[in-house]
């Protein structure tokens, strides 16, 4: 009996050693992540809001090049397109702007480096090197104005090294014929003080969707792919630090996209229905099949009277200066 008591409480013992011990060694491994979502650098946990951050490394390991690639990282954030990705609306825990209409204005705010953009679409730029990304939960008008009753994605992207020259250059490849190439630079001017940060990223890919475009007064449909991808796009950041109370950021970007997007293929028409749609001259295109049943989405192939077209053109400039004058 003596034994067993014994050898229970050195269990006991052993476990309350080693409980003991975890929390200082799960201290020691605590990251601090700062944020902006108070329009000022704080710790994530000292803010009071339901806040998701998510580091630069974070974000290279989970291959997040746009906020709809965001999805795979972020709870409760959905981002859809389904007429244009121009016309793209982000929903944060279920809530957002609802309607493919590019008049809509979406009800969940992107921040890119302070600014903000109106429109959803324009976040599909491939974003380069990131600092870190923030998806605030819940209405943010208070600090970030009109327009993010829903949440607000903030993204900040990584300044230039002002230490020493360096660099990356990036290139994928896909089915689809898919490619992807990127090049950064980043180019110190004067050691710990002005540095000189240049981006520049291509993407291109081939339509995984065939379309075919019914004109009226036609017999015959053409065939075109949907649903491909040709963009370009680049930034050029100076930061500079004087001292050690004030820093300056300037950003110049550029991005232009000519691509066709999105087609919706057909997977649920009945036969009566599709003979309908097909048959001659109801829509004055006489011996024109414009609708397949059984539907199958395997096949990609959907129908539609007019080209998907989406042609963004987008430049901008921005400048943010930093001075701490004390109390």
């Known amino acids: 009996m003596n034994r067993m ?3 229970i409480l050195l269990g006991a013992g ?6 003991a011990a975890m929390p200082a060694q799960a201290q020691r491994e605590v990251e601090t992540i700062v944020v902006e979502a108070q ?4 710790s994530q946990q ?16 989970a291959n997040v090049r746009d906020i709809r690639d965001l999805t795979l990282i972020a709870p409760g954030l959905m981002v859809t397109s389904t007429q244009s990705e121009i016309i793209t609306t982000a929903r944060i825990r ?3 702007t609802v309607g493919d209409n590019v008049g809509l204005e979406s009800s969940v705010g992107v921040m890119i480096d302070g600014v903000y953009r109106p429109r959803n679409g ?3 730029n491939d974003l380069g090197p990131i600092e870190r990304i923030e998806v605030l939960r819940g209405p943010q008008g208070t600090l970030f104005g009109r327009n993010t009753t829903a949440g607000v994605i903030n993204i900040v992207t990584r300044s230039p090294n002002t230490d020493e020259f360096g660099g990356a250059i990036e290139a994928s490849f896909g089915n689809y014929n898919s490619r992807r190439y990127s090049l950064n630079l980043d180019m110190p001017l004067a050691q710990d003080e002005v540095g000189l940060g240049f981006y520049l990223g291509h993407g291109s890919r081939d339509g995984y969707t065939d379309n075919v475009i019914i004109t009226p007064g036609t017999t015959t449909g053409q065939v075109v792919d ?8 680049g930034r050029l950041q100076l930061t500079f630090a004087p001292s050690a109370n004030f820093d300056g950021r300037i950003i110049l970007d550029a991005t232009e996209r000519d691509e066709s997007c999105c087609s919706g293929v057909a997977w649920d028409y009945s036969p009566t229905i599709a ?3 097909s048959s001659p001259g109801l829509f004055g295109t006489p011996g024109v099949v414009r609708q397949i049943a059984p539907g199958n989405p395997e096949a990609r192939v959907a129908y539609s009277n007019h080209p998907y077209v989406q042609r963004v053109e987008e430049h901008g400039a921005s400048a943010q200066f930093d001075w701490d004058i004390g109390p």
């Open 39 to 42: 329009r000022r650098e704080q």
């Open 226 to 233: 949907t649903d491909d991808q040709n963009f370009t796009t």
């Open 94 to 96: 279920g809530l957002g």
């Open 46 to 61: 000292d803010v009071p809001l339901s806040i998701g951050a998510y580091t630069g490394a974070q974000i290279e390991q």
């Open 122 to 124: 324009v976040s599909f």
């Open 275 to 277: 003979g309908l749609i």
């Open 14 to 19: 052993s476990a309350i050693a080693l409980t």
């Open 5 to 7: 008591s014994k050898t």
